[in-house]
């Protein structure tokens, strides 16, 4: 009986320390990353970020366990995902710059016969660094590997009502029983050089979508934030970012208690629980932050399975 494939991507992390430097040579080796025409100039630039960033990087995955924390919590929602499907279907996921790559996932499909395949990057907005190049990526291997089976894919989901309801809930959870009022909230999105937004990707346009429709839904259940903001973080090297950064808007807050919500991740990663988790933390307190909470992502939570679900249903109709 033909089957249909229900296939995750995400961009990965490290399994262990050593897979760090792959992590590291593989992001910056994706044109999608660095956009310069020259694979040459790619190479070079990307072998000197390498270079530079491995060890500090290998010392933040220390300090998280020796690993990342992605890689784990997708087992748990690929697992609940494929628990609430049934035998009839296939899920599993491929991460686009560590195991398991999506030549991997690919082979393990050819023990089935699958008739569609339906792939849903884990990006809440739509980016050509990450939504293009993980749909690219698994879509050359597909026909490399001589598949026959239609890919049907979708590109963003920030307007989807049950995922913004697991993000609620997670700010809810943050919040507990203290006064919504005693905080702001920043949305921190992970940050993205000026000039790919200038070349035409909509990813800041599809973040600020996003935050209006949190700010609503947190007006309509009463979330009564003395403000709510939107900042940047993850700025690498010297060119122009997006712009607040989440350091300068720090620095603009006057109300001493603030949530950060991570609005452009799914899954928690190094970025939430490490750069969120520590480094800004630590920013926060030298400010004179008295509370400083940053909430979990969605990861396995049941919304975020039933997310996926609907958004499966509705590729299929």
Known sequence: MKKEAIILLNMGGPNNLHEVEMFLKNMFADKNILTMKSNLVRKLVGG?????RTESSQEIYRQLGGKSPIVGHTKKLVEKLQKKLGEKYVVDFAMRYTPPFATEVIERLKSEEIDKIYLIPLYPQYSTT?????LEDFEEAYHKSGGTALLVEIKHF???STYNKAIIESIKKSVGNDEYRDFDIIFSAHGL???????GDVYEKHVNR??????EMMQEQGMAFHDVHLAYQSKVGRMEWLTPSLEDKLKTVRNKGVIIFPIAFTIDNSETDF???????????ELGFKEYRVCSCPNDSELFVDTLTELYEKMKS
């Not at 996003?210 to 700010?215: G, S």
């Open 48 to 52: 000197l970020i390498v270079f530079n």
């Open 130 to 134: 990450t939504t293009k190049s993980s």
């Open 158 to 160: 920030f307007q989807n």
């Open 193 to 199: 050089p000026k000039k790919i937004v200038d070349a």
């Open 210 to 215: 996003h935050v209006a429709i949190l700010k």
């Open 275 to 285: 750069e969120l988790g520590v480094e800004y933390k630590e920013i926060a307190e």
